[in-house]
């Protein structure tokens, strides 16, 4: 069993800046795949980034270049350094682990954090 708990979200202006961290109950990092996912009201949850098991680093479209994921084994903790924040980017923002591979659909993911809400607004 793994437990993986967010932290970081809150209040921000737009082009502010935000860093959340999701730290795992044990030393999973760069031996699974680890990833921020986020939904909006009334929309399914998407996958934002990952940081995989082998190294590689994937982004969605519409985050690249604005976020960027990272890890920290000795801390077990991966980050998500969130710059140039848009109103579009408000959002419960939800840590996700696996041993296998994170796609895109959220279903079938076991391990889950209790999300973070961001919000983005003047």
């Known amino acids: 069993q793994v437990q993986v708990v967010e932290s970081g979200g809150g209040l921000v202006q737009p082009g502010g800046s935000l860093r959340l961290s999701c730290t795992a109950s044990?030393?999973?990092?760069?031996?699974?795949?680890m990833g921020w996912y986020r939904q909006q009201p009334g929309r399914q949850r998407e996958r934002v980034a990952v940081a995989s098991a082998d190294g590689t680093t994937t982004y969605a479209n519409s985050v690249k270049d604005r976020f960027t994921i990272s890890n920290n084994m000795a801390e077990r903790t991966v980050y998500l350094q969130m710059n140039s924040l848009k109103p579009e980017d408000t959002a419960v923002y939800y840590c996700?682990?696996?041993?296998?591979?994170?796609?895109?659909?959220?279903?079938?993911?076991?391990?889950w954090g209790q999300g973070t809400q961001v919000t983005v607004s003047s």
């Open positions: 996700a682990a696996s041993p296998g591979v994170l796609l895109p659909n959220p279903e079938g993911i076991v391990y």
């Open positions: 044990r030393n999973i990092v760069s031996i699974w795949d």
